[in-house]
């Protein structure tokens, strides 16, 4: 016999049959109180889902749950390296400005006047920096990691760049 852990019957027709049945043979050999008592029981021993059917269940969600969990991570940085794509919009566009005032590029985040962090902050989920002036640039976003930038902290370092051209590039899958 099965032991059940209580939760509602699936079949509840099968027990009432069943127990229809019991009924009849016990009015006819025993007295109407031990007939009774055993029906109670039975009926109430056969409620739920056996133990096995749960452990099957939950191996299923576990199953689901690793397979779920790794991809909504990805889609949640994704979604967070939008602010290095606007911010890398912001270094182009000074950097546009900054060639047409003297004709070349710059290293220099604070020459352009724009606001942000070369290295990581609390305020930032990246660090951004410049590089190949004065013919030309290459702005990069690297994602913070280790608890140095916005809370949450990314587990996974991975870069953007952008060219003057407005060329966006990076590691697979963030651009």
């Not at 109670?40 to 749960?54: D, N, P, V, W, Y």
């Not at 912001?90 to 985040?109: C, G, H, K, P, V």
């Amino acid at each position: 016999m099965k032991r059940r852990i209580g939760f509602t019957p699936l079949e509840a027709g099968c027990v009432e049959t069943t127990v229809l049945a019991l009924l009849t043979r016990f009015r006819k050999s025993r007295p109407a109180s031990v007939a009774s008592s055993f029906v109670k029981r039975a009926s109430s021993s056969l409620r739920g889902f056996t133990l096995l059917e749960m452990m099957i269940v939950v191996v299923v969600i576990g199953i689901l749950a690793s397979i779920a969990l790794p991809r909504y991570t990805r889609i949640v940085e994704k979604g967070r390296s939008a602010e290095a794509r606007h911010v890398l919009g912001l270094i182009r566009d000074a950097e546009l400005a900054y060639y047409l005032d003297f004709d070349r590029y710059t290293n220099s985040l604070t020459a352009l006047g724009v606001q942000v962090p070369g290295a990581c902050n609390t305020s930032y989920y990246f660090s951004y920096a410049i590089a190949g002036a004065p013919a030309s640039f290459t702005a990069t976003a690297t994602r913070c990691t280790g608890g140095t930038g916005k809370t949450p902290s990314g587990s996974t370092t991975f870069v953007l760049n952008i060219t003057p051209a407005g060329s966006l590039g990076g590691s697979v899958g963030f651009v």
